[in-house]
């Protein structure tokens, strides 16, 4: 589970990262990554999957994926970070391994992309 503290609630919240944030996307799902604005020591996570991607038991399904997903990961996603991991519908097919790689590589070329920016 992923603590209360890590997640993102409010909606200006997630507009910000939305707009000003970094965007990879995958097949089944795309990140965003935004520096927080907060003095929070730690990252924060917020999820969107839309009605597209199924009913409710589905969407909800893939919540819990996802957050178990990030919870599991939190030490690897850079501090003061925000994420918006956004479900697209074929999330709904896919497994709980297909949806852990996808976010390790989308992550993994996210964090690659600023570290290369910043050294060149």
Known sequence: MLPSRYRLRRSSDFKAVLRRGRRVAGRYIVVYLSTSDTDRPGPQAGFVVGRNVGGAVVRNRIRRRLRHIV?????????????????????????????????DRLLGRLTQTKNSQGTS
């Open 71 to 103: 919870a599991a990961r939190l030490a690897v996603i850079p501090a003061r970070k925000r994420i918006v991991v956004r479900a697209l519908p074929a999330a709904a097919a896919a497994s709980f391994a297909e949806l852990a790689a996808e976010f």
